[in-house]
């Protein structure tokens, strides 16, 4: 009988069809365990972002007002000559901030700060609210959400705009009332600092209210420590979890030597908010309003404005020793205020005194675009305390050394961008030009 020669043929079709198969499981577990390397790997970035990568201990948001960059080369000169460098000098990161409003392109001091406190574009005169009036939530009270102690620092009044805007939801930012009955009743911020009481104050005691109320009374009621002079700011004891009410005399608004005395200086009051801030084992937020750089331009006071923003920069610094390396911080504009310029030719180390004045060819050294020390005036601008001069030589000396080109109450916000700088986690964003809703929304990241 003759064999049949398709049982190999056969055979060796089984086998192929063997191997293909060995082949195939091989590629499925290797597709297999690159996908379980892929959901590994994954997860691993994630518990590195969340868990391993901690958030910043210390946020520190520093607000200059008026702090455009015309004014750091300013400061610079008058500190030290042009080749002084300031603690803002070495922050790593640096942007410009565009600050328009949602209804006009040269912002205010309400809709400038409330753009830095909501992440959201508000309209001039109102304060973190929407066009419909509803209150938009704030940096502050979605720090203290995620377990953070909370802190507001200013060397002038707590009711002014740019606090305001961390705490309040108003359509009118100068109603200072009700300003100060939201931070009181509201009871959100451990630490409140500023240089004004009259808000919170009945008139029977020296102060504004028109409803009777005792403010600082009812923050003592519910467990405040309020303090009025630098003495009982320092003698607060940092191993208790503070809620701390600091309502100072301004030195600055009248000659009493005794509120010189009496009061703390920016840098003071943020060395002391760091050191009691420091309890809250989940970190901290801490916002620091330099306001009085605000108050000196709008007077045209170049001097002061400088020396303000000197006190800015030794600001920067003790927070940047007392919070640590690690810390984010972030100095920013608000609102370009003003347009104070040194013109030329001050020598390279010429600084502080050498540059008021006039030069030797009898020219100012500054001059500002707006203020009261302008000596022309348009429209509704012109008032009867202050007319265009018919002779030139009616100008009085005060206001040839500082002279605004024209005349007006208050100097006005410009629409120059302001500039940021940065240091620690999440601000690395700031470069190149960003609006200033992104200030918020690092802060918000880091939270």
């Known amino acids: 009988m003759k064999s049949d020669k398709r049982f190999p043929a056969v055979a060796g079709l089984t086998i192929e069809l063997m191997r293909s198969y060995i082949a ?4 499925r577990n290797q597709l297999l365990a ?11 970035v994630l518990y590195f972002q969340h868990w391993v990568v901690q958030k910043p201990f210390g946020i520190i948001l520093v607000i200059g007002e008026g702090l455009a960059p015309e004014r750091i080369a300013l400061t610079r000169v008058y500190l030290g000559g042009s080749d002084a460098r300031l603690a803002l000098d070495g922050m790593p990161h640096i942007a410009l901030v565009t600050n328009y409003s949602r209804d006009f392109a040269v912002s205010d001091q309400a809709a400038a700060a409330s753009a830095l406190a909501t992440g959201v574009k508000v309209n001039n005169r109102s304060l973190s609210i929407d066009p419909a009036g509803k209150p938009l939530a704030n940096i502050i009270e979605l720090a203290r959400g995620r377990g953070r102690a909370t802190g507001l620092v200013t060397n ?6 740019t606090c305001a805007a961390f705490y309040a939801h108003a359509p009118n930012a ?19 600092m500023g240089m004004s009481t009259a808000e919170f104050l009945p008139e029977a005691k020296q102060g504004q209210r028109q409803d009777n109320r005792d403010l600082l009374l009812e923050l003592r009621q519910s467990g405040f420590d309020v303090v009025r002079t630098r003495a009982e700011l320092e003698s607060i004891p940092v191993w208790r979890r503070p809620k701390l009410f600091g309502a100072f005399a ?10 010189w005395n009496d009061e703390p200086a920016l840098s003071d009051m943020v060395r002391r908010a760091i050191e009691l801030l420091q309890f809250n084992q989940r970190g901290y937020l801490l916002i620091v309003d330099a306001g009085r750089m605000r108050k000196a331009a709008e007077t045209n006071n170049a001097e002061k404005t400088l020396t303000e923003t000197a006190e800015l920069d030794r600001t920067l610094s003790t927070a940047q020793r007392y919070a640590g390396p690690k810390s984010t911080i972030i100095v920013s504009g608000d609102t370009a205020i003003g347009g104070l310029h040194v013109n030329g030719f001050p020598f390279r180390k010429d600084s502080g005194i050498a ?10 050294w500054m001059t500002w675009a707006t203020g009261p020390k302008g000596v022309q005036s348009y429209g509704a601008a012109k008032g009867p305390e202050k007319q265009t001069p018919a002779n030139p030589d009616e100008v009085t000396r005060k206001d040839q050394t500082e002279p605004a080109a024209f ?4 100097a006005l916000e410009t629409v120059e961008d302001v500039v940021s700088f940065g240091s620690g986690p999440g601000t ?20």
Not at 430 to 446: A, C, S, V, W, Y
Request: net charge negative; hydrophobic share 40%.
């Open 174 to 192: 100068n109603d200072s009332d009700q300003i100060a009955r939201q931070l009181v009743e509201a009871g959100k911020i451990d630490i409140c």
């Open 250 to 259: 301004d030195g600055n608004s009248g000659s009493n030597q005794a509120a």
């Open 34 to 44: 690159l996908l379980c390397l892929a959901v590994f790997a994954g997860l691993g």
């Open 156 to 161: 002038e009044s707590l009711t002014n705009a």
């Open 407 to 410: 005349y007006t109450r208050s």
């Open 355 to 364: 540059l008021l004045g006039l030069n030797p060819s009898g020219e100012p």
């Open 428 to 447: 690395e964003m700031l470069h190149g030009t960003i609006d200033n809703t992104q200030i918020f929304k690092i802060i918000r990241d880091e939270l």
């Open 24 to 27: 195939l499981v091989k590629w």
